[in-house]
């Protein structure tokens, strides 16, 4: 059985409804490190007809999404926890296996790749340095295909002017700078703001 905190599990539910309904799964890959240090995990998420001969669906608790993992990597994950972390300008899912220590996480997977790289590049280089002189900032949370997922902290949570500012702020620049990019989606709980306007 694989185990979600409140916050990893709020966050894929998040990821799921902003698909409107067309990815439902969770898929876990799990690559080994060439290193020999601890593996690394994707997660990503899918519809459930994409699930493969070789992948089991596993017991996430009353999590209420499916999960799929390769047959051959299931044991490995059993009696896993994955949690959601935020950090200093990145945040994403880590998976913590029961084989560790519990003093540093097995794995940290903020979004990789040629995307993430550019979109985070431009939060970091032009966006969070004008927000920053009203509390804000602006993190890249999740990238599925040409979609990014981003979420606001500080003054920008629950600001009535946030969507304003992403839409046509953020959204605007990283269009350019990314122009494969199909959509910019916010999965801030706004409602929790100091300013909430939802």
Do not use: W
């Not at 899912?93 to 997977?109: C, K, M, Q, Y």
């Not at 606001?152 to 494969?180: D, F, I, K, N, Y």
């Amino acid at each position: 059985m694989i185990t979600f905190t409140d916050q990893a599990r709020d966050v894929v539910i998040s990821f799921m409804a902003e698909s409107e309904g067309e990815l439902e799964a969770l898929r876990i890959t799990l690559r080994e490190s060439s290193s020999g240090s601890k593996p690394n995990f994707d997660l990503t998420l899918v519809r459930k007809d994409e699930q493969t001969d070789e992948e089991r669906v596993v017991e996430a608790g009353a999590d209420g999404f499916t999960v799929l993992i390769d047959e051959a990597h299931v044991s490995r994950l059993e009696g896993a926890t994955v949690d959601y972390v935020e950090r200093v300008n990145e945040s994403g899912f880590e998976v913590r296996l029961v084989e560790d220590d519990g003093d540093a996480p097995a794995v940290t997977s903020p979004p990789e790749g040629p995307i993430a790289d550019r979109v985070r590049e431009v939060l970091d280089a032009n966006v969070n340095p004008a927000i920053a002189a009203h509390g804000g900032m602006i993190s890249l949370v999740n990238v599925v295909d040409t979609d990014v997922y981003v979420e606001m902290s500080g003054g920008c949570q629950g600001c009535a002017l946030s969507r304003a500012t992403l839409r046509q702020g953020v959204e605007r620049m990283l269009r350019e700078a990314v122009p494969e990019l199909t959509a910019v989606h916010d999965v801030t709980d706004h409602a929790s703001g100091e300013n909430p306007y939802l």
